[in-house]
């Protein structure tokens, strides 16, 4: 499959976790990551990614955890086979049954009953332009098929809930129709008669008018949900509104993936749910203080299930969600965080960055050396000559901001020394494109590495897919006595970057790698030759692996 130190806080500007309290109304998460994510183009879970998934959403909390459609395709089917969550509702997807076919002689609904769930969330028509084009029924009996659905998941003794399909799009073409639907669903028993956003197009005062309306007709807003997609960029805000205008079940997916722009992110949600006082002073949540501090972990654990970077700004988890680059930004934040920060970032579990640039003053290097346990005192001379350094590197293309592992080792060398682990004296790489035994065209890469390890010179030669791949390999093919501590390094991402123009232009790498820990770090080099950039990168993450074994460094590494 394609995966500090807190501040008092600030009343006007902060507030603590709510405490589970009276007067407070219970707000129910529905997670719909399995189901409605995995629609996300490149995304295909198996039963064990979604094994490992439903762990993960039932260990944080959730209170629905909607598995996907039994009867759709075998991997569903399969997975519906036992219950995958201990605390959390079990939810199974599917249709309303089909019209001209009673519910007990209809194979899907036989699907929903038959599959391990505690609960069955059912989709159907509320607009009624598609009960006309895409069912070809009656309006009625359209009606029919969600009583007579519902009706079967009781009889079956599982909760049933229904998600009205374009629910907002068909209030407003035929208010009676869509409202019919909703009622139909509630009268019937559902539990939950879930408002969808299907399009994603409806605007959040849309979203809080329509709502109102619905529950002055008669569904109580304890029965009623949202379910939003992201295609205006406001599936979080229309999901709020409809909160605050009554719902009590909300629908998402972790890091909001989706089809199309994705859905509500509940990653997203359920901080400002919990530390916002506008919410938090009228609604609770079923997950705890410490659970949320687990919130940024639980969004990087998914982004790495899916083999893909987390997005570095996403509100409360992304690394640079409490970053700051500027001055007087940093100088400030040194006085009290909350100055700048809208949350404690621990709170999230996530932390404060204070980055260093050649936009930062002595406020930001201070505070990232203090954080990496390196005192310096704010006159010392060593400390003038790191600041002049890197605004010199990084006017030559170096970017450090995004690479704290480099920092932190130039910071090291110059403030206090570093071991040296090893020194490379050379190295070459060839890349010859030829013909096979079998006549097809073949580009093969070679690297050669000489290296000093103890005094002890040493040569590895290695082949990989590209340049850069044989030259990672050969570099770290014979460390000596350190060779068994880097066999848990891995690269996970490396990105180029073109200063200048033309064949000739200042090339900036990237590197990110990770170890066994979980723990990630960033590596810079910047070349006139892309393979130079790259070696560069490459020796800063290994060295910068072996100074981490040894606690002298490491805590720029990622939760």
Known sequence: MTSSTPATPTPALRADPPRKGEGKARLYLFDTTLRDGQQTPGIDFSVEDKTAIAWLLDDFGMDYVEGGYPGANPTDTAFFSEKRTRAAKFVAFGMTKRVGVSASNDPGIAALMQAKSDAVCYVAKSWDYHVRVALGCTEEENLDAIRASVEAARAAGKEPMVDCEHFFDGFKANPAYALACAKAAFEAGARWVVLCDTNGGTQPSEVREIVGKVIAAGIPGENLGIHAHDDTGQAVANSLAAVEAGVRQIQGTLNGIGERCG???????????????????????????????????????????????????????????????????????????????????????????????????????????????????????????????????????????????????????????????????????????????????????????????????????????????????????????????????????????????????????????????????????????????????????????????????????AE
């Open 263 to 557: 859905n509500a992110n509940l990653i997203t949600l359920i901080p400002t749910l919990m530390l916002k006082p506008a919410y938090a002073d009228r609604f609770e949540l079923g997950i705890s203080a410490e659970q949320l501090a687990g919130i940024s972990r639980l969004s990087r654990a998914f982004d790495e299930l899916l083999n893909r970077a987390p997005e570095p700004q996403a509100p409360y988890v992304g690394v640079s969600a409490f970053a700051t680059k500027a001055g007087i930004h940093a100088s400030a934040l040194a006085k009290d965080p909350a100055t700048y920060e809208h949350v404690p970032p621990e709170t999230v579990g996530n932390r404060r960055r204070v980055m260093v640039s050649d936009q930062g003053g002595k406020a930001n290097f201070l505070a990232e050396l203090k954080r990496r346990g390196i005192d310096v005192p704010k006159d010392d001379h060593r400390l003038d000559a790191l600041i002049a350094v890197v605004k010199e590197r990084e006017a030559e293309g170096y970017a450090y901001e995004g690479a704290d592992a480099s920092f932190e080792l130039l910071a090291r060398k110059m403030l206090s020394g570093i071991p040296e682990f090893f020194a490379v004296t050379s190295f070459r790489c060839m890349v010859e494109r030829r013909f096979d035994a079998n006549g097809h065209v073949k580009t093969v890469s070679e690297a050669i590495v000489k290296l000093l390890v103890d005094g002890e010179e040493k040569m590895s030669v290695a082949e990989g897919h590209g340049p850069v791949n044989a030259l990672d390999i050969a570099l770290r093919k014979d460390l000596g006595r350190y060779q068994a501590e880097i066999a848990d390094l891995e690269l996970a991402d490396y990105k180029v970057r073109i200063l200048n123009g033309g064949t000739g232009a200042i090339t900036r790498v990237l590197i990110e790698s990770h170890d066994g820990t979980g723990a990630r770090w960033w590596t810079v080099g910047v070349s006139d030759n892309i393979i130079d950039a790259s070696f560069q990168a490459l020796m800063d993450s290994i060295s910068y692996k072996l100074m981490k074994n040894r606690e002298m460094a490491g805590l720029v590494a």
